[in-house]
Structures are given as structure tokens and as C-alpha cells.
């Protein structure tokens, strides 16, 4: 079964130009492609990426927060029990009045004893604010890292300039190391945000560049699964490209992303830190970036170049065309869904203060 799965999945006619072949992809008179098997190096990166992560928080991010002001709070942890824990993990986190008589019946102690349990154990539910600084710096760090390396390893490009030149030579075009470690990258740093999802802070799902459209609309008890489909759906886009050699216009969807993402980072850590004015500022950059590179930018420059251009390099599109295609056109529906809101808070900011 899983050979017969293996041969269907790696079926020429999903992946390749007619003609063309898996025997033509192999590395040849200055040709170097790429290779699936290259995807799980990803993995061990990730735990590299992991290490360097916790390093940067706890030595850069946590001098950084004490020098903006952001104190670590303590918070008290509640007396152990198992009953009220019990009831606090399969039943509820905010009990009725005569839940909690009743637990306090069979805890053999008082109402109020019973409402403070509750309400310490719901604290330490809350992450600090030195919590929440210390993730937005690690990813404000990578994504402001990764813009400017993809900027360094793009700048000088022809396909960076002339968009028809992704398509030039498709597919035999060769891979370049500077291709490869932002590939390894971005995918090893996905994984990485998937491995922690249990330990780092829950976000609402209407936050997550979740790749399907229902889960903008999941309720925040619901994010974790959103997040989960989020980073599988981006690791899986990304390695797509890659088996296809879509790796030109690939860097590219990568590059347009990150270069508004650590704007919003740093907007949040400056928000923590209650620097108001500083957060404000670097909140417009961030929009005016989001508004550039995601409402103008990817789709009259990324999505014409997969959508519109590859029909003079081909009369028969495969069927890996329409699959990218889908997923790049439901990014673009979720950049107009959230470049709404962004709007929103822009029209408060100005018009309510």
C-alpha cells in the first residue's frame, strides 16, 4: 500500500512538464537540483534553530526587557489538589457558584478558599509579559534575519528585477547554496514554531497566516488545532515548491512575507514595554509594509508570475500547478482578510486616537 501511495504521490504528470521526467533531474554539466531527501536535514535544523532560541531569550531578550522596563512577575501557584485540579482541566476553568459549594463540600474547606484556588490556577494560565516579549524578540530576530538574507541572496538576481525570468529555463534550473540555506531556513524554522506550540503563548487563530481560510474564524480555544494546520500547511507548501523546483518564485513568496513580519514584532515587544509612541510608529511601518508587499506586491507580481505566466512556457499545465495556485490564492484571500482589519485599527488610530 504505502509503495503503490509512494508511486501516485511522485507521479510525473503531477509534478512535471510533459516530456519531463524524475531520471532528467539528476545533477549533470553544472546542474545541481533539488532533491526531496534534502527536506529532512530541516528537521535537525530546527533543533539547532531550538538552541539558538533559547539562548537569545534568555540571554539578549531578558536583559533586553529589564532595560525597557518589563519586570518578571511571580505568581503565586496554588496549593496542590487533585480534585480541584481534576476539575480545572476536564470540566471547567470558571466554575458556577454551586460547582464551587459543592467542591468545597468535597474538599472539605471554603467557598472562598475554593475561588482563590481557581483564580491562581487560571493565572498561571496567563503567560507574563516577559513570556510574550521573549517570543515576539525571537521571532522579530528571525524574521528580520531572514529579510535581510533574503534581500542579500536575491538583490542581484535577474528574476529578482524581471519576474519572467522565474520561468526561464523551468525546470532545468539550477539550484544555488544561497536557494538552499533559505530553503533549510524558513522550513526548519516552521518546524521549530510546531515542536513549542505546547509552551509557547496561545494566540487567537484570526492572528495565525494560516494557509486555510476556514481557520481564521476558529474560536481562541481552538487555535492550537489552527496553528498545528498553519505550520504543516506552510512546511508543506514550501516543500512543494522545492520538490518542483519552484524555488525561484518560492525565495520570492518567502522574501514578500517576512519583510513586514518583524515590523509587527517589534510593534508588539515596544507594546509590551508600554512605550506607546514607539509602538504606534512601528504599527503604521508595519501596515504600510503589510499593505505593499501583500495587497500589491504578491498578487500583481507573485500570483501574474504563477498564475498568468507559465501558460507561455506551457500548453498543458500540470496538475502541481493548480495546487500551488489554490493554496498561493487562499494566502491572498486571508491578506485581504486581515489587511481589513489592519484598516480598521488604522481608522481608529487616526480618526478616535
Known sequence: ILKTLNSWFWWENIWMPINVTWAHFVDRDGLVFPKAHQLYATIPYAFVLLIIRFFSERYIAIPLAKALGIKNVRRVKPQPNP???????????????SDIQGLAK???????????????RRNLEIPTVLRK????????????TSSIAG????????WFYDIWQTWVGYPFQTLLPSQYWYYMAEISFYWSLLFTLGIDNRRKASGCTCLVLPLCFFSPSQDFLAHVVHHLAAIGL????WCANYVRLGTLVMFVHDTADFWLEAAKMFNYAHWEKTCNMLFIIFSVAFFITRIILFPFWILRA????????????VIAYFLFNGQLLILQGLHLY??????????????LK
Open 133 to 144: 516579549f521573549q517570543e515576539a524578540f525571537w521571532r522579530f530576530s528571525f524574521y528580520l
Open 106 to 120: 468535597k474538599c472539605n474547606c471554603t467557598v472562598r478558599l475554593v475561588e482563590k484556588w481557581f483564580r491562581r
Open 306 to 317: 504563477t498564475l498568468y505566466l507559465p501558460t507561455f512556457y506551457s500548453t498543458t499545465p
Open 151 to 158: 534581500f542579500i541572496f536575491l538583490y542581484d538576481k535577474p
Open 83 to 97: 480534585v480541584l485540579e481534576t476539575y480545572f482541566r476536564e470540566c471547567s476553568k470558571h466554575p458556577s457558584q
Open 238 to 241: 514550501m516543500s512543494g515548491s
Open 338 to 351: 486581515w489587511g481589513y482589519l489592519i484598516f480598521k485599527i488604522l481608522k481608529r488610530f487616526i480618526f
